[in-house]
């Protein structure tokens, strides 16, 4: 398909990012346990891969209505499963791999087939009392039709031989949703080890005892197999009372959604792989991906073995508001700047907290994206709402996988009295803002929340986000407004600090851009730095390369998709992206212009991708305060020397390392935090 702007395909950079991930996992100097969970953040990572990004283009190549861009979109089809193929075969060997080094360490994962008798005696016992009674198996054949197949789930595809020399085919789910995927078991004699089994080899090792009461068994194999299905939800636009309703409706076609990808045993017998197939009812356009006798290794994020010897040395978080003096006391003395995971995610949690508590507390106002299965975030708002403040929730009902969490929210703070408000028609609401007023001296003064990421005190243990915490009354005046935006949006608002998408984003990074082509063009300093977790957006992209023709000097980092194409002469000359992934996940966006040497630097909600710009509702705030400012610059700055993690985008994105140049090593996280605690010491 023909575009006037040259672009690397987003869905190729995704899974360029994704080896990124997997290069962790083949680092034989990352802690054990680590490359053990990022083979689960690998696994994990395509599953979504497929439910979204693959699906679009899977239906794009079915439905397209010229021959142009159906034969574009199949050939994409074509090079992301050569592609997926080609990550599958490292991600085995890198699996097995670690496999043997978790041995080196006195961990190890066994087969059913190496059990010595005092193991089998344990896997049979637990069989019998905890797994037999959760298993559900089916037979299948060519009448039947199959039953609903749950994606988030792993099942047996199992060859029964009879006694009489038929075959019967069964499926059966593996409940590893009700209990533990890893199962430890008695070590060998006198060994000082932990030695763990998987579900499915404890079923395989007792795998006739399933059917001994039914048929008359001779022989039984299972063999492993998963699908993902389209994640696209069906919603109508507009937002009304039914929006919870018409919510759980599309969840509920979520699940019977067409499947687009099958993982399977490679050793599965032709003829029971294209039954499934056709029960399945999959089709030309969807991927069948054979692999080892395991899947489903998101699991393995959640793998028991926590010795503190085998993970990453824990950094504990840095102080934030001292105890003695209220946080509203504080922030009039001066705004807050916080990192996380290196400050304590609490600066966040007790700010709430004191909203809720604080007598002179009018109101509270806050954005909910995502937030933690157990959240102190949502305890404040209705201990608020108990203490007789008027508080408002916008809860994002359509932020994606989290939307039956957030339907759970939604009903418990609509019933403990908060004023829920389901997102803005059209658009998502993606903005992460906190509103409160006090009633100070006669008038209402705001104290206001803006940052990079979601109000999740799990997640903020791991993503690097910014948040500002500040009394400036013009900025919290805009906050405040920005709600009532939410709200009711009718009418288009106007502000004087924030810049928000949909409506003015793309021109005000546009035009800053276009300043900076300016100053090039006549001689001046020019530069551009700037860091998302996507940069996808074609017209952003085009104003990019033209600013690398003008002679900006262009430095991004961008952790996972990129479709602007680097390194390449008289198209990207000027401009150098690198990617980070390390112990965490790289998250924040900055965005910082030259601007003539009076340095303009944004914090935002927003990646360069049209859905940011164009179909959501985000907010981008100034940094004005010279001491955050060089905080900010600096942990840019030690991102862009990072010469341990960092990997360079090139024109193919290869993910090659970055050449240490005879500089000292440095590796930005662990650099980051001595900085920061350096400056809380001082």
Known sequence: MSNAVPLFPKELSWLSFNERVLQEVEDGSVPIIERVHFLGIFSNNLDEFFRVHVAAVRRLAAFSDSGEKKEYFGKLLQSINERIIRLQKRYSAAYSQVLKDLGKHDIHVV????LNPRQRKFVESYFHREVLPELEPFFIDGRKPMPLINE???YFAIALELDDDSERYVAMEIPTSTLPRFVEIPPREGKREKVYIVIDNIIRACLKEIFRQVVS????????????RDAELELSEEITQNTLDRMERS???????????????GDIPRVLLDLIKKKLKMGRYD????????????DFMKFPGESSRHRYKRLPPLPVLPKDESVFSQLCKEDKLYYYPYYDFRAITNFLASAALDPVVREIRINLYRV????????????????NKKVTAVVELRARFDEKANIHWSHELSEAGVNVVYGVPELKVHCKLISVVRRENGRDRFYSHLGTGNFNENTAKVYCDFSLLTNNQEMGRDVYNAFDFMQAPRKRPTFKHIITSPFVYRNAITDAIDQEIKAAQSGQ??????????????RIIEQLYRASAAGVKIRMIVRGMCSLICETPGLSDNIRIISLVDKFLE????????????????????DLMKRNLDQRVEVTFPIHNLEHQATIRKIMELQWSDNQKARLLDAKQTNSQLANDGRKGCRSQDAIYRFLKQRAAD
């Open 372 to 387: 933690a299965k157990n959240s102190r975030v949502v305890a404040a708002l209705i201990n608020a709402v108990r203490n």
């Open 152 to 154: 988030t789930s792993i």
């Open 251 to 265: 969840l509920k076609k979520r699940k019977r959604a067409d499947p687009v990808r099958m993982a399977y045993d």
């Open 587 to 606: 998250h924040a966006r900055v965005y910082i212009f030259h601007n003539g040497g009076d340095e303009l630097m944004w914090l935002s909600s927003a």
């Open 217 to 228: 068994i001779s022989k039984a194999s299972a063999y492993m197999f998963k699908i993902s």
């Open 287 to 298: 991927t069948y991906i054979p692999g080892g006798r395991y899947h489903n290794s998101k």
């Open 111 to 114: 087969r059913e087939t190496t």
């Open 525 to 538: 300093n020019a530069e551009l730095f700037f860091k998302c977790n996507s940069l996808v957006d074609s």
